[in-house]
Nanobody, 114 residues
Framework: QVQLVESGGGLVQAGGSLRLSCVAS????????MGWYRQAPGKQRESVAV???????NYADSVKGRFTISRDNAKNTVYLQMNSLKPEDTAVYYC????????WGQGTQVTVSS
């Protein structure tokens, strides 16, 4: 069983930055593919960024060049650095871990004001 706890969300003005963190329980973190997803009101959940156990990253086109995903296996933590935030980035952001099955965090709200 894996538990994920996100933090770092909040309210920021357009053009600002936030860093999200997700701490995972369990000893298999280093084998997991980790990702950040988001869901805006009235929309489906979408992938924002993923990082493999080997450190390979992939980003949604809408965030390329602005967001950076990284991981610290010693701390069982994955990060999402978000720069140049836009109002359309407003959503609940969820951490995901894929280790034989999907695990999800409870989500953290990110609100970007114009």
């Amino acid at each position: 069983q894996v538990q994920l706890v996100e933090s770092g969300g909040g309210l920021v003005q357009a053009g600002g930055s936030l860093r999200l963190s997700c701490v995972a329980s369990g000893k298999d973190f280093r084998f997991a593919s980790m990702g950040w997803y988001r869901q805006a009101p009235g929309k489906q959940r979408e992938s924002v960024a993923v990082i493999s156990s080997g450190g390979i990253t992939n980003y949604a086109d809408s965030v390329k060049g602005r967001f950076t995903i990284s991981r610290d296996n010693a701390k069982n933590t994955v990060y999402l650095q978000m720069n140049s935030l836009k109002p359309e980035d407003t959503a609940v952001y969820y951490c995901n871990a894929l280790i034989r099955m999907d695990y999800w965090g409870q989500g953290t709200q990110v609100t970007v004001s114009s």
